[in-house]
């Protein structure tokens, strides 16, 4: 799809309309005067919002929902059979997908920037945003997740595009940024890759199509990318370095080192060490466009974070309820490392695993990771477009696990914790499914 297919156009229609990227994307194409519609199968906090918008929303998938589309754009989580996305193949209306669409978008700005990686892209993504809004404002942002300040998506100008980039499918090989940045590489989403090393090759391969490479030089994979602007906390040799780590009750203070120059002081306002990456990785795009190191700071300073990264969802007892987005066993390592040096009593985790095929070839190390968790609970696994595995069963990680209870409603873990809080625990709700919506129902049942 070229750009001026999509200036001709005026209708524009999306399957899935409430998912948090494909929001974004209509907001977008809202502001920008389109005619935007969309369905999806329930009401959501996004879906609420583009109404708000003057967007029209229908909730269920029926072929009437496309009439008069002129454009229809689908994510990736919508089934080939679906009844509007062949009511509009029929009617010869243009298909593509959320990330054609993206890819699309991204072509309009002068400088473009991809945040890939598999963990911390949708927090690098947002500080790369208040960094480059505190340096010049002229930033658009579409984000994978709601920033405090700019939620999933802002519209600030046609200069910078900030996005994530998201190795789902290999969804990310179809866009083409100004600059690419990678934050780190993992083993995931292995049921779209043949093996590992597949993977790694993919994450590889989208950052050096960019103009521009910015990599963390600590990953073994990202390292391997050629001629790339590098940021590290243990690679003393990369451009960007973080030096002199302090942590005030879990925040993270560092000295930017440039090019071996020690510079500014960054005093984060978010929680955990790994978010030095990210911070990092924001401050080497600033000052690659060549922005102030002290306006760049405070972008970075005034960040707040995003909803499900260590979320403060209110206290129950003198308990502290936290809820974060972990759902990979690198993840859930570093958010328990942030958990246990702010937690001033005992630690109670409820992890809800995020699809079988995950749990089912990342399960040895599920178990690594959660073997030392004394109060764990394994709540019911969310199988998002999945059918159900027993081999890849949160019921069979939970077996396996000599610590863990679990537990398959709200009322169950109702019954678990209420009686055993108290003042300075700490309860973690960790994963990237219908996890966060019962931690919340859970603490309003409690506190009725």
Known sequence: MDTLLL????????IGIGGISMSGLALYLKERGYTVSGSDVSENEQVCRLENYGVKIYIGHREENVEGAELVVFNSAISPDNCELLAAARKAVPLVSRVELLAEIMRGFPYSIGVAGSH?????????????FNSCENVTAHIGGEDARFGNFYSGGDKFFVTEACEFKKNFLKLEPSVAILLNCDKDHLDCYEDEEELNAAFVNFAARAKTRIVNAD?????????????????????????????HAGKYAFTVSERGEKGVRIRLNVYGKHNVYNALAAFAVGRYYRFEPRLLAQGLEQFTGILRRFERLGKFAGAEFIADYAHHPREITAVLASAREVCAGRLFVVFQPHTYSRTKLLFDDFLK??????N?????????????????????????LPNALYAESIKELQFYLKPVLSPGDMVLFLGAGDIYCAAKLLLKQLTE
């Open 7 to 14: 200036v001709r156009l005026k209708h524009i229609h999306f």
């Open 120 to 132: 911390g892209k949708t927090t690098a993504t947002a500080m790369c945003m208040h960094a480059l």
């Open 219 to 247: 990953d073994a994979v990202a390292a391997r990318v050629p001629d790339a602007i590098t940021f590290a906390l243990n690679d003393r040799t990369a451009d960007f370095v973080a030096e002199d780590l302090r942590s």
């Open 369 to 374: 990771v959660l073997c030392d968790v004394e």
């Open 376 to 400: 764990l609970v394994v709540y019911k696994t969310y199988a998002a477009r999945e059918y159900f595995d027993s081999a890849g069963s949160a019921y069979t990680l939970a077996q396996n």
